[in-house]
């Protein structure tokens, strides 16, 4: 009798043309360094789609008025929607991805200017996100500013800084302390190297506002190093989760849709997406309404009683990482359910913290239909969850928001090491099938 050969199982890499992965990694990681705020996100996302036949909307905009959809986000640039018409109607449902633009990182505090014993001036920052302080010391960063100079007018501005750190010949006793009293967030300084205040902000062009030019932006402390491929990692700041923005995005300009289309880029995922720019606001839902309008629906009719239907014929991709089994993760998780590099999407069907609380777990009829829909195109797909190791912590993402609305929604991303670290990485080959997965879903009938 003789013996079958076994069929060897490619990789996500290796069912990709090589060449089409180069250019999908040199994209994305364009995009990454130029991405490192929400308003950065969204100013690329405006320009992306300038050339696209996607018009800014602004009220009263009719259907017949768009060739292909409209681009819609919030005064303050920190959320957005694209939205894609379909060859049916909105009423027969849509077809969602939404993820959060923000990243863990530093803030500057409100009055953040400090004059150090002789190093000049330094910057007092706070945590934004689930960030781990011992990581921050001695590193170099960028501080990115949103200056507020006139109604809707706002100035970007930029500083380069260090972390300060302590000087390890006179601080041994902080080898035996616990790592979070030895380096608290309050330690965190920037220093600027300018020797006085004035200094400091002449070089901004702010001695016009004096410290109301700290006080009255937004600012960022973010790593400066760029992202960068290492054979079939890509390292940089950002990828959580910000590359499923990217990757949703590009799949909402190259799909042709079925159902029409809204990539929902939303802020302050990191702490819980409260807020006017988070999942919980009503701008989700303002996006829907002006996609019904646009349609020639009338608002008057824009009741739960129309809208409860609408959601439950939708379905929804919320896009997010996953942790990776890794060498310096292994310890953390069960390796028998956790996601792998180069194995394709991640579906995280359920997560949350112990006893899966606060999370999201995705419905049975909406799985079975999207990996279907996967396997017929080639879309390759692990099945994880969130922990893996039932007390090893664990977390949630946005998809908990759009569930409360009746939107049958699963989380599904690439893996990603070093989550919330100054440098995360994510493989080329998942990067791959994440574009690819979303055209699928987008086009679905």
């Not at 200056?147 to 100035?155: A, F, L, Q, S």
């Not at 009255?216 to 960068?228: C, E, H, L, N, T």
């Not at 969130?386 to 049958?408: D, Q």
């Amino acid at each position: 009798m003789s013996e079958k050969a076994v069929e060897k199982k490619l990789t996500a890499l290796e069912s990709f043309d090589g060449g089409q992965v180069d250019g999908i990694v040199s994209d994305y990681v364009e995009f990454l360094n130029l991405a490192r705020t929400p308003e950065q996100v969204v100013d690329l996302v405006s320009h992306g789609v300038e050339d696209e036949r996607i018009v800014t909307w602004h009220p009263g905009l009719q259907y017949n008025q768009v060739d292909k959809g409209f681009l819609m986000a919030d005064p303050d640039r920190r959320q957005f929607a694209l939205v894609r018409y379909g060859s049916c109607s909105a009423k027969e449902g849509i077809t969602m991805v939404a993820a959060h633009n923000d990243a863990p990182c530093l803030h500057l505090k409100a009055r953040p200017l400090r004059e150090g014993p002789s190093e000049g001036m330094i910057l007092a920052t706070k945590p934004y996100g689930g960030i781990q302080a011992w990581q921050w010391p001695g590193s170099q960063v960028r501080m990115i500013g949103f200056i507020p100079r006139g109604p809707y007018e706002v100035e970007q501005v930029s500083l380069e800084g260090i972390i300060a750190d302590k000087t390890i010949h006179i601080t041994k006793e902080r080898l035996d302390e616990p790592v979070k009293k030895a380096i608290p967030h309050e330690s965190l300084t920037v220093l600027t190297g300018f020797p006085s205040r004035e200094r400091l902000l002449d070089e901004l062009r702010a001695s016009d506002l004096g410290d109301a030019f700290f006080e009255r932006g937004q600012w960022y402390v973010v790593p400066q190093a760029d992202a960068k491929r290492y054979g079939n990692l890509i390292a940089g700041y950002g990828h959580d989760d910000r590359v499923c923005v990217w990757a949703a995005v590009n799949a909402a300009l190259k799909a042709n849709p079925h159902h029409p289309i809204i990539v929902y880029g939303c802020n302050r995922e990191e702490i819980g997406s409260t807020g006017s720019d988070g999942a919980i606001s009503p701008f989700f839902d303002s996006a829907v309404y002006a996609l019904l309008a646009a349609e020639g629906m009338d608002p008057k009719n824009m009741t739960p009683a129309i809208l409860n239907p609408i959601y439950s014929r939708s379905r929804m991709i919320s896009g997010d990482v996953d942790v990776a089994l890794t060498d310096a993760d292994k310890g953390g998780q069960d390796d028998k359910s956790a996601a792998r590099f180069n194995g394709g999407i991640s579906i995280v069907r359920a997560n949350g913290g112990q006893f899966q609380a606060g999370g999201h777990s995705a419905p049975l009829f909406f799985l079975n239909e999207l990996t279907r829909l996967w396997d017929r195109a080639g879309v390759m797909h692990q099945m994880s969850e969130l922990p893996t190791k039932t007390e090893a912590g664990g977390g949630g993402t946005i998809a908990r928001y759009f569930a409360e609305r009746g939107i049958p929604v699963i989380d599904a991303g690439v893996p990603c090491g070093n989550m919330h670290g100054q440098l995360p990485y994510i493989h080329v080959g998942d990067l791959a099938h994440l574009e690819k997965g979303y055209v699928v879903f987008m086009e679905r009938e």
